[in-house]
């Protein structure tokens, strides 16, 4: 399969929010640049993402894209085929940064908050991707970006070997990172989210239930395993 990369910039943060899906099951919107963008995006020292106070989600995503534009140059990388989205990862330098969902505290995440790493916040494809290997053609560019704009170090959260999981939290499997040369500096875990039980138990929907299912039994793990997760970083020199 072939892609078609971008760059998505403060300036024009909207260029892919309404281009068609190439696939929309399971997660679909999870691809889309600006999806809870507020998860990623440190406002202040607060503990909770900022929240929409007139409920106008996309409003308040385009203002805080605004908001990084005398700060960096880009902050996502998105995948297309054709003219149809397939996957994208979002990046900003660690004090911009914030953990997403509630594996990782964020006392935790700014012990070390160094302008020289650089954070991976959201990353997710649809299912056909993940099993085409876009996720590693994600990073694989990002490593790149990162190694031009001069950081040190990158550092993520990468969730367990169970790929439908992983996305649900618009996050990537341990092995993603593996594979490009991350390692586990710290563990975190995604017990208190109760979503992996929840896919069990079929709450996410049937077609999810038969996907984690079998992922579980792949990866060989149990379903108190799959909710370990890691800090993962990577030495850009």
């Known amino acids: 399969m072939t892609y078609d990369f971008d760059w998505v910039s403060p300036v024009s943060p909207l260029a892919w929010a309404s281009v068609q899906l190439r696939s ?17 995006l440190a406002v202040d020292d607060t503990t909770d993402p900022v929240r929409a106070a007139d409920g106008n989600w996309g409003g308040l995503w385009e203002d805080l894209a605004a908001s990084l ?28 940064s914030r953990p997403r969902y509630g594996a990782w505290s964020l006392v935790e995440h700014r012990t070390e908050n160094d302008a020289s790493i650089l954070w991976i916040g959201a990353a997710a494809v649809e299912i056909p991707g993940f099993g085409q290997g876009l996720p590693r053609t994600l990073i694989s560019s990002l490593i790149e970006e990162a190694r031009r704009l001069g950081y040190e170090r990158m550092q993520a959260l990468a969730w367990s070997n169970v790929p439908v999981y992983a996305l649900w939290g618009q996050a990537l499997p341990w092995v993603v990172y593996e594979e490009a040369g991350f ?22 929907g049937g077609i999810v239930r038969k996907i984690v299912t079998a992922q579980l039994e792949r990866a060989a793990l149990s379903p108190v395993d799959a909710e370990h997760f ?6 850009l020199n």
């Open 230 to 235: 890691a800090i993962v970083e990577r030495s």
């Open 69 to 96: 534009q005398s700060r960096v140059g880009r902050f996502a990388l998105v995948a297309a085929e054709g003219e149809q989205l397939a996957g994208c990862v979002r990046f900003l330098p660690k004090p911009l």
């Open 24 to 40: 929309s099951e399971p997660y679909g919107n999870h691809v889309r640049p600006l999806c809870n963008f507020q998860e990623d």
């Open 183 to 204: 390692h586990s500096i710290a563990e975190a875990s995604g017990a208190s989210l109760c979503a992996l039980p929840d896919m069990i138990a079929g709450i996410h």
